[in-house]
């Protein structure tokens, strides 16, 4: 295993699912970057409450996890996020002290400083820093941090737009920093929760920012459903990686006496899956969907499963990972 090399000391990190071929990091530069300025600037001398945002696999969280006197919130829309940032922190023997935010609206608590980790989805950037404007004050100390190759263009004109003031830095090892200042303007407001229409399958979806395929219905899942006839007769079904819920509900509508599961490790594509049930699914019959946050299968509680609908994914933020699916496909042949 390699260390994670810091301004703050080494520590060992793993991804979850867990690299066996070890071909991919559990951090990267932007990392290793965001905690050398914080060292170098001694910011956590004055900022002992902090907010860290899109913390992969708890890089950032571990590490400043063994500073004292300072309270950590980790907050995304991962639960895979969170039980990494466990993981790891059991596995440097470092106490848990750090508080997992689950919720999709921030509390109206007040942070110092906050770290954002840059997201895949602009959408959730939005959301997040649209969010950040009700726990910060002009003082709050907002940073930023990305790979140059996976930013896009627009992150600084969104920080600009949304916070406020926003300075970058040169480039470091492939990797940017952003300096915001949370000005006095106008609330921005984001555009997501969206609602669409899906008329080629007479159900309105509405969809939070992190959702899969948010615009439009994904080939995929269209691709599947056009199958669906040939689907067996099914008591418990599962949606893993449900995203919105489209392929339980689907499946619920041509086998209305079917209990439907929906299964996601995103705090996003759960909600938008509970409300789409609920949008479209006749009140006496939606009592019997069923919503599980869980890595994989990982934490879901039922033993006796008839049927599994899967559409997996094969990246897990800006990597092409196949762990995740075949983590999924592995369970599911155990639970069926």
């Not at 023997?93 to 508080?99: A, L, Q, R, S, V």
């Not at 006496?257 to 929906?262: D, K, R, Y």
Request: hydrophobic share 40%; net charge neutral.
């Amino acid at each position: 295993m390699t260390p994670f090399k810091t301004a703050f000391g080494d520590i060992f990190l793993d991804r979850l699912p867990s690299d066996k071929r070890q071909k991919l990091f559990a951090w990267d530069s932007a990392d290793e970057l965001i905690l050398k300025h914080l060292h170098r600037e001694n910011t956590l001398a004055n900022n002992k409450n902090v907010l860290i945002i899109n913390d992969n696999f708890g890089g950032l969280a571990c590490t400043l996890s063994k500073i004292k006197n300072i309270e950590i919130t980790s907050w995304g829309d991962s639960l895979v996020s969170h039980l990494a940032t466990k993981n790891n922190l059991a596995l440097n023997e470092i106490e848990d002290n750090i508080h997992y935010h689950s919720d999709l609206y921030l509390d109206n608590e007040r942070f110092d400083l906050i770290l954002i980790k840059v997201p895949k989805v602009m959408a959730l950037f939005e959301w997040q820093l649209q969010q950040l404007r009700e726990v910060t004050t002009e003082k709050s100390v907002i940073i930023a941090a990305g790979m140059v190759k996976h930013l896009p263009k627009r992150s600084q004109a969104l920080l600009e737009t949304v916070i406020g003031h926003t300075e970058r830095s040169l480039a470091e090892k492939k990797a940017r920093l952003f300096f915001s200042i949370r000005e006095n303007k106008a609330p921005h407001t984001a555009m997501y929760p969206i609602e669409k229409n899906i008329e080629e399958l007479a159900i309105t979806l509405n969809n939070h920012a992190n959702v899969f395929s948010k615009e439009q219905l994904d080939i995929g899942a269209r691709f599947f459903i056009r199958h669906f006839d040939q689907l067996p007769k099914a008591n418990t079904i599962i949606d893993l990686g449900c995203g919105n819920g489209v392929l339980g509900i689907i499946a619920k509508q041509l086998q209305p006496e079917s209990q439907i599961h929906f299964v996601d490790e995103s705090y996003m594509a759960i909600a938008s899956a509970k409300d789409n049930y609920q949008r479209n699914i006749s009140s006496e019959n939606n009592s019997s969907g069923k919503f599980y946050l869980s890595h994989c299968l990982t934490q879901y509680p039922n033993k006796n499963v008839d049927l599994i609908l899967c559409n997996p994914p094969f990246h897990q933020q800006y990597s092409l990972a196949e762990e995740t699916a075949i983590t999924m496909f592995k369970q599911s042949r155990q639970l069926l």
